[in-house]
């Protein structure tokens, strides 16, 4: 429990030290923000700097957090210095730099920026890889609140309905007409949920694998699930540390900032609030799989252990820990994070294409044809999920992997900014070059991929790592070079 407590500490501190750092390296000023300069009444608009915040966090505050901080529990104490140092140090300096990079450049999607910093053709990879993603993203935030639902009243069909009709919804209407005016109230179930878990830990105050007994991984090597700690926690726990995803979100957002000023709290704190809700679920999760002496799954005479799903484990600990009612409004809250992502991602989905074709969207009509084929190819993933009984682990582990690829992309287009401005890019060079190396290896070693021995995986992401590195600076080079015969 001490570690997890210090990790609070440190999350909160990392806002007001390394968050501030961070604001000075990009340095806001009071120039008009694209809500001002282009309002438009559906996707540009001025909206109260706290009502940004908390549709921010919602946006980025999936299932992510939740099932992936569960996941990532099971490698032990690991997880949560991952959590912490990952979210202070890459996930909140990405958010932060993606969000103001968006503002500084009209509020245009994730793609655009690539392009403008990287070039046309990684451009043109990241715009399809950004589409299906996000459509991925759109079908798992959809699949996973219904099966927890599901739970409840068992019709996992209905569910799934009434959620994707209200995603079309919240796609096409302005942002203040929906998300605006609902994000407040949603929020306020994720925070209970939040409260009340770690009420719960301070009130049972159970005895937790801590972080200077073991770094190792603790799931035993002949379980089934078992995995290297080294990449495999870093693409479990995604959301709850860095992730690409977030870059998708963000220029929503920047479409409705009144001042550069609040980039902190809106795009830096929103993510360690994530990283809050993340570690709290970590705790909650090693309590279940390793708490002391007894597990919490044994407590609750469950007997599949570290083979529990995670929207099981949902349920099981906050009936046990917060009651029936308090019980339900946690689930709700668990189950209002993906859907708040799963909409989001659907309309971020919307203003990618748009910018793409330079279609304006303040018709409905033209909304409604920029999203028909967003619709159509979610569906269609959303069948084959149902059709297929492993559908949604097969699309949640190729979710984890090109969550972390696009995070490296935009590390890479930041760092590229920083660089091209002559500001400290070091601030992002690092977490770029350890996300690459992450991704690389996994790629390599990965049951689900290629699978290769383990030592030569690693050495083959790192000397991969090393070529995009030594790529990057030679292109930083050409384009410096390229700076001065204009000037």
């Known amino acids: 429990m001490f570690s997890f407590l210090i990790g609070l500490v440190a999350l909160v501190a990392g806002y007001f030290i390394y968050g501030r750092l961070v604001e000075r390296v990009f340095h806001p000023d009071q120039r008009l923000t694209p809500a001002q300069k282009r309002a438009d009444g559906v996707d540009f608009i001025v909206l109260p700097p706290a009502k940004v915040f908390m549709i921010q966090f919602l946006n980025i505050a999936g299932t992510g957090p939740i099932f992936g901080a569960i996941m990532g529990a099971k490698f032990g104490p690991a997880s949560y210095l991952w959590i912490v140092l990952g979210c202070i140090f890459a996930g909140a300096v990405f958010d932060y730099m993606s969000g103001m990079l968006s503002m500084r450049n009209g509020g245009v999607g994730y793609p655009e920026l690539v392009g403008k910093y990287l070039g046309k053709r990684v451009k043109s990879v990241t715009l399809i890889f950004t589409l299906f993603f996000i459509m991925l993203v759109g079908a798992v935030f959809v699949y996973s609140p219904a099966l927890i639902l599901s739970s409840y009243y068992d019709n996992s069909l209905l569910w799934i309905i009434l959620i994707f009709s209200y995603y079309v919804i919240a796609t096409l209407l302005p942002i203040d007409k929906v998300i605006g005016k609902i994000y407040p109230l949603l929020g306020a179930a994720i925070l209970f949920m939040a409260v009340g878990l770690l009420v719960m830990l301070l009130v049972k105050f159970p005895s937790l694998p801590e972080v200077w007994d073991s770094l190792g991984n603790m799931i035993p090597t002949d379980d089934a699930g078992y995995d290297p700690i080294f990449p495999c926690l870093f693409i479990t726990i995604a959301c709850g540390a860095i992730s690409g995803f977030h870059a998708t979100q963000s220029p929503m957002m920047a479409r409705c900032i009144v001042s550069e000023r609040y980039g902190r709290p809106i795009f830096y704190g929103a993510m360690i609030t994530e990283g809050v809700v993340a570690l709290i679920w970590a705790a909650v999760a090693s309590y279940f799989f390793y708490a002391s002496p007894t597990p919490g799954f044994s407590e609750m005479g469950v007997n599949s252990g570290l083979a529990t799903p995670a929207p099981n484990i949902v349920v099981l600990i906050t009936n046990d820990w917060l009651g029936t009612i308090g019980g339900i409004l946690a689930v709700i809250g668990v189950v209002v994070a993906p859907i708040t992502s799963g909409d989001t991602a659907l309309r971020s989905a919307r203003l990618i294409v748009a910018d793409w074709l330079k279609i304006d969207q303040k018709k409905k009509l033209k909304r409604l044809y920029v999203s028909l084929p967003v619709f159509i190819f979610t569906i269609s993933l959303l069948l084959w999920q149902i059709n297929n009984p492993d559908g949604f682990s097969v699309i949640w582990q190729y979710f984890g992997w090109g969550n972390q ?30 996300m690459t190396c992450v991704c690389l290896t996994y790629l390599f070693v990965s049951k689900q991929t290629f699978h290769i021995d383990y030592t030569i995986g690693c050495v083959a992401g790192i000397l991969s790592m090393l070529l995009i590195t030594t790529i990057f600076f030679l292109a930083l080079r050409r384009v410096r070079k390229e700076s001065l015969l204009k000037e």
């Open 405 to 434: 690829v696009l995070s490296v992309i935009g590390l890479w287009t930041i760092t590229m900014f920083l660089a091209r401005e002559k500001k400290f890019y070091w601030l992002t060079l690092l977490p770029a070059m350890f």
